[in-house]
Each structure stands twice: as C-alpha cells, then as structure tokens.
C-alpha cells in the first residue's frame, strides 16, 4: 500500500503537474522582473524531498546582485500562513550574495503542496517595486490508511460486530496508544500487529434498543508530546 513514491502514479501525476507549474512560474517570474534585473537566483524554484516523519521542510534559494547598484529587500509575502520567509541581511551591494530562507510547517496538510514566495526589491524604474516569484513545492506521505472510517447498527437489530483496521506507514515512528469512546455504549477489542503495521478494532453495541451517536477515538504517539487522533464514528439508527 505504501510502495515506493517513485513508481506511484500519483508522485508521476506530481512531476507532471511539477512541469507545467515550473513552466507557468517562469512566464510569470519574466513579466514581474525585467531583462536587466540585478538579483539572480540560483533557483526559482525548489521541489523538497520529504519522509513521513517530517514535520516541516526549509528551503533555501540563494541569488548575487549582478547590477551595478545596491538593492534593498523592501518585502517578502508568502502565499500561506504556514510558510515564513527570513535573511540573514536586507541590503546587498554589487556583486554581494545572499539567500531567502523558506520554511513551510505541514500540521495536517498531506499531499502535493505549493507554496509560493514573493520577493520584492526597490529595483524598479520610476519608484516603481520589482518583484521575483519564488515557489516551494512537496509530496507529503500519507501517515496512515483507515478501511472504514464510520458504521451504523439497527435498532432492534442483532448485535452484529463490526470491525476496522488502521495501516501506519511503514516508516512512521508512531505506537498504539489507547482507545477512548465519550459514551460507554461500546465494547471492543483490538489486535496490533507490529510487523504488518496495523491496528485492528472490532466493536459491538451494548445496547440495540435505542438510538445513539458516538465517537470512538483512537490515538498514537509519534513522540512529538501531542498524542494523533484517528476519530471513528459510530451510531445506532432506526433504519439502515
């Protein structure tokens, strides 16, 4: 389930989509800067490489002034609240080097991102800004799989049991932590299996004659000091 990234049909749609990104970023940056812009970036455009256990990514795009005139950083803007952009200086003389450093934090975001940096510089003609497009982009691993991720009983049915597995990556450093309902209205049982990276809960009402909606909440611990909550609803209907 978790193959290798590199012969995944979605990393492959990635790249592609990576192309035509980069492509659409390089028109964009060639209207924003003119043919004699003075900062020149060693890329534009960085594609990270990141594991499972990765709770953020930093980039680092490094330029020279190539002009004949000092340029002064008057801003960066970010496309996202959870990407910053700082240096280390604002001012560069020529021929002087510098870099943007670029951090994305990912909290719940899984899969292809983009995010995008603009630089802006007081390099344009007639007191007019000149802005450089930078872009950061990752293919965040899927932590985990769940077969089914809510059920429902009859009332006055037969208790029938009802079960489901989580599947961790396999690279992910998270343990079985516990099992919590807000109502005592089900019973249920678990197996974890260490080696083929799954946790399998079964469950069963206590009570078939009366509705009821609750949440079974399992939770991991990935060793960040914030237990992972996987929320599984549950309920007890007149009708299926």
Known sequence: MFENRRTDKRYRSFCIMKLKYSFFLLLFSSLLTSAHAELLFD?????????????????????KNTGKSRVEIKDIKTSCGCTTARMQKHSFGPGESGSVEVVFVFGYRRGVQHKDVI??????????????????????PEKYSVTKRSH???????????SFTIKLHPEWNAKFNSIECR??????????DTEKHTITVTVS??????????IMNVYLDDGSGEKKKISIFLSIREEN
């Open 43 to 63: 890329q534009d455009n960085i594609v990270g490489d990141v594991t499972v256990n990765d709770l953020q990514y930093k980039a680092v795009f490094n330029f």
């Open 119 to 140: 630089v802006i510089t007081d390099e344009g003609s007639l007191g007019d800004d000149r802005m450089y497009a930078l872009s950061l982009s990752v293919l965040i």
């Open 152 to 162: 429902h009983w009859k009332v006055g049915a037969e208790v029938t049991p009802w």
């Open 183 to 192: 109502k005592e209205a089900f019973e249920y049982s678990y197996v974890e």
């Open 205 to 214: 009402p206590k009570d078939m004659s009366h509705k009821l909606r609750d």
